[in-house]
């Protein structure tokens, strides 16, 4: 197993992997560090998986432009000074749909 993560100060040694599991909801790697002592990593940090196949595809590729992305999201994206005029319109909505339908009792 290697350290790949680019800022850690073990970057680039290899180390024999004792164990891989969950540990703490994070996935984590298990090795021996050279005076003997236990040590562990998040598995992202090492080579022990092989590469996403998405990024060894792309490798580092975009079919978009961040510009176009930001133009095409523009409509969409949420303001949150306008949260409050948002819920106004829709409760003005429910009201307009409770008041336009009757209310019939059967008997």
């Known amino acids: 197993m290697r350290v790949t993560h680019p800022f850690h100060p073990l970057r680039g040694r290899e180390f024999a992997l004792v164990v891989r599991k ?15 002592q236990l040590t562990s990593l998040p598995f992202g940090w090492t080579d022990v998986d092989p590469p996403d196949p998405f990024d060894a595809v792309s490798a580092g590729r975009s079919a978009f432009r961040v510009a176009d992305l930001l ?37």
């Open 22 to 36: 969950n540990n703490w909801a994070e996935h984590r790697v298990f090795f021996f560090v050279g005076d003997g």
């Open 71 to 107: 133009a095409l999201a523009g409509p969409a994206r949420w303001d949150p000074r306008r949260r409050n005029d948002l819920s106004a319109a829709q409760s003005n909505a429910d009201r307009k749909l409770w008041s336009a339908s009757p209310i019939t009792v059967l008997k």
